[in-house]
T-cell receptor, first 113, second 109 residues
């Protein structure tokens, strides 16, 4: 069974640009969550999608957005990139929202210069 | 904001010794989970303990949960060099995970 796949693995962008990250969950998993990991703030919840609907959103500005497709694949977008957006972005999938374990992808390392 | 706070921030032990990490949290939870992360890679799920459970075992891992003290501990017995990693506790509530800042464990051969 394939794990959670995130693409690309590494990305370098310039301030002001926008970026789209992709996440393919484990087959059969319908819930996808996104997290940002930085040395200063640690792991922070961005948003969660289930059945193409955003169920929860973390405390991030509107420049951070996401969506989920009918096949449960998810994308997140960051517009008008800032240096502080440099981070490891992790996607996690689970069967359903709530009381189940989450499986994480290897992450996308975004560097904003 | 961080829900879980791990203690200690860093731990260095010899192979064969036991490693204990603690986690405290602030609000009520549905469950608490422990994850391992190797050097900036993805997180690997270790164990989940539900709010109505007090102790759980998985191989060399033992997790306890005290909801009255809002705390949990992860014990790794007979540690190996391959256990070197960062360990995070995460509390689940309203289907989102809130992570602590983690404990960096170094196991020396």
């Amino acid at each position: 069974k394939a794990g959670v796949t995130q693409t690309p693995r590494y990305l370098i962008k310039t301030r002001g640009q926008q970026v789209t990250l992709s996440c393919s969950p484990i087959s059969g998993h319908r819930s996808v969550s996104w997290y940002q990991q930085t040395p200063g703030q640690g792991l922070q919840f961005l948003f969660e999608y289930f059945s193409e609907t955003q169920r929860n959103k973390g405390n991030f500005p509107g420049r951070f957005s996401g969506r989920q497709f009918s096949n449960s694949r998810s994308e997140m977008n960051v517009s008008t990139l800032e240096l502080g957006d440099s981070a490891l972005y992790l996607c996690a999938s689970s069967l359903d929202p709530g009381d189940t374990e989450a499986f994480f992808g290897q992450g996308t390392r975004l560097t904003v210069v | 904001s961080q829900q879980g706070e791990e203690d200690p921030q860093a731990l260095s032990i010899q192979e064969g010794e036991n490693a204990t990490m603690n986690c405290s949290y602030k609000t009520s939870i549905n469950n608490l989970q422990w994850y391992r992360q190797n050097s900036g890679r993805g997180l690997v799920h270790l164990i989940l303990i539900r709010s109505n459970e007090r102790e759980k075992h998985s191989g060399r891992l033992r997790v306890t949960l005290d909801t009255s003290k809002k705390s949990s501990s992860l014990l790794i017995t007979a540690s190996r060099a391959a256990d070197t990693a960062s360990y995070f506790c995460a509390t689940e509530r309203y289907s989102t995970l809130t992570f602590g800042k983690g404990t960096m464990l170094l196991v020396s051969p």
